[in-house]
């Protein structure tokens, strides 16, 4: 047999002949079980997104490839905290999705802010936004490589807005 990734092996599936009415299911329950497997993994590993600009500096740079992971709107007041990078739906324009990092979390309403101030648009601008527009909590750098690192919830870096 060979061997893909660790500990996963290629199961030969033809070593006996499949029989009508009895191979079909077996095949439709390995087809489910497939799907599910990789509905669930893209669950957990969230998103990839790729950063634009400059307003996230030095926190993030442009072109820094992200794994974001997605939060069911009803629990996005729950877990979003005050600190993290998260994305969110921009209120100006909905089909463009913005990384920030959250000031403050209230009733029902989030508030962004970019760790660049002179060069973020912004809660500032736009003032707080619907909670149910975070999409998901920036996980992990990817790359480049020499960059790459879990991104932890925490303060922005000096001179950036401060949280409140």
Known sequence: MDRIGAG?????????????????????RAVLASAGVAAGAVLLAGT???????????????????????????????LVRRGQLVTARDPRRPARLLVKRVASVGPGTVEL???????STDSRTFGPVAAASVRGVV?????????????????PPRGGPPLR
Do not use: I, Q
Request: no cysteine; net charge positive; hydrophobic share 40%.
């Open 113 to 119: 802010t970019g760790d660049n101030p002179a060069r």
């Open 8 to 28: 996963m092996h290629v199961v030969p599936t033809l070593s006996r002949p499949v029989r009508r009415g009895r191979g079909r299911p077996a095949l439709v």
């Open 48 to 78: 990839r997104v790729v950063v634009e600009g400059d307003s996230m500096e030095p926190t993030l740079a442009e072109g820094d490839r992200l794994v974001v992971v997605r939060l069911p709107r009803r629990l996005v007041p729950v």
């Open 139 to 155: 996980a992990y750098r990817y790359a480049p490589a020499g960059r790459a690192g879990l991104l932890r919830a925490g303060s």
